[in-house]
């Protein structure tokens, strides 16, 4: 058993930055994958990025490519999110997400993964 706690959400401009935090515990972050979700109102939740468990094997959903990276620290049991370059379309309920499957690219759906965090908000205005 793992939980999940999100940090780093709010309100930033277009153009800007934002860095979400995801803290575990429990059990070491290292025994998952780590991936990130988002939802939007209206809209079902959508894969933004998954990393290994050793941190060198990374994957992202298309429009998040080049601007986001995921990245995580085990002896912190984080994971990160830097969110560059933020558009209008990035506001979302942002969720991280522990899969205790083995393979990277079979953690870009929803149903890959265990465990979840409640989500902290990322509202970008134009």
């Known amino acids: 058993q793992v939980q999940l706690v999100e940090s780093g959400g709010g309100l930033v401009q277009a153009g800007g930055s934002l860095r979400l935090s995801c803290a575990t515990s429990g059990r070491t972050s290292s025994t998952y994958i780590m991936g990130w979700f988002r939802q939007a109102p209206g809209k079902e939740r959508e894969f933004v990025a998954t990393i290994s468990r050793s941190g060198g094997s990374t994957l992202y959903g298309d429009s998040v490519k080049g601007r986001f990276t995921i990245s995580r620290d085990n002896a912190k049991n984080t994971v990160y999110l830097q969110m560059n370059s933020l558009k209008t379309e990035d506001t979302a309920v942002y969720y991280c997400?522990?899969?205790?499957?083995?393979?990277?690219?079979?953690?870009?759906?929803?149903?890959?993964?265990?465990?979840w965090g409640q989500g902290t908000q990322v509202t970008v205005s134009s």
């Open positions: 997400a522990a899969s205790r499957r083995y393979v990277v690219a079979a953690t870009t759906t929803l149903s890959a993964y265990d465990y």
